[in-house]
T-cell receptor, first 110, second 114 residues
Framework: DVKVTQSSRYLVKRTGEKVFLECVQDMDHENMFWYRQDPGLGLRLIYFSYDVKMKEKGDIPEGYSVSREKKERFSLILESASTNQTSMYLC?????????FGPGTRLTVL | AQSVTQPDIHITVSEGASLELRCNYSYGATPYLFWYVQSPGQGLQLLLKYFSGDTLVQGIKGFEAEFKRSQSSFNLRKPSVHWSDAAEYFC????????????FGTGTQLKVEL
């Protein structure tokens, strides 16, 4: 079974802090994704990566950056967290035509 | 630009009743179509997908969906709902080339009354 894990289920940070969300997949997938999920808005793509050190902006990249130094790991970085980044963050990795999701990190920025 | 509409934000059904969740999409060509389910506090799990061929696709947990090109719809159905089906359901579309970008609907929250 494909396994996508996220470093934290719940995270509370203060405004202005630098925040790292980590995602690891165990299936050697080349493609990995970060989504943000908000009530009434569904899932919105923040960034994705199609190979090590390769990344592409999604629909809402502002305020976020990403890092992919190893194939299995994809990190989402909030350089200076703001209250409007309080949300559920979902990581996914992709085989040919299916995305597999991690359990999510619920981030609260105070 | 592609879009997905799930017109029902909340649906309540009685256990044992049938279920249909609606999904309409806007896309330049026939896209890849997906239904995902998210149980409380969990990530998304794929229920089923359509790429081509038979327009009625079977998925896990007794779900099925029918692709109707003329209506740009991909509705999810289940003949008899179980209390454990209470969850949020997301329809998604992806490019027919199998590319990376999925577009998700806003979700339908299903409540099951015992």
């Amino acid at each position: 079974d494909v396994k996508v894990t996220q470093s934290s289920r719940y995270l509370v940070k203060r405004t202005g802090e630098k925040v790292f969300l980590e995602c690891v997949q165990d299936m050697d997938h080349e493609n990995m994704f970060w989504y943000r999920q908000d009530p009434g808005l569904g899932l919105r793509l923040i960034y994705f990566s199609y190979d090590v050190k390769m990344k592409e902006k999604g629909d809402i990249p502002e305020g976020y950056s990403v890092s992919r130094e190893k194939k299995e790991r994809f990190s989402l970085i909030l350089e200076s967290a703001s209250t409007n980044q309080t949300s559920m963050y979902l990581c996914a990795s992709r085989t040919y035509n299916e995305q597999f999701f991690g359990p999510g990190t619920r981030l609260t920025v105070l | 630009a592609q879009s997905v509409t799930q017109p029902d934000i909340h649906i309540t059904v009685s256990e044992g009743a049938s279920l249909e969740l609606r999904c309409n999409y806007s896309y330049g060509a026939t896209p890849y179509l997906f239904w995902y389910v998210q149980s409380p506090g969990q990530g998304l799990q794929l229920l089923l997908k359509y790429f081509s061929g038979d327009t009625l696709v079977q998925g896990i947990k007794g779900f099925e969906a029918e692709f109707k090109r003329s209506q740009s719809s991909f509705n999810l159905r289940k003949p008899s709902v179980h209390w454990s089906d209470a969850a949020e359901y997301f329809c998604a579309v992806g490019p027919p080339s199998g590319g990376n970008k999925l577009t998700f609907g806003t979700g339908t929250q299903l409540k099951v009354e015992l």
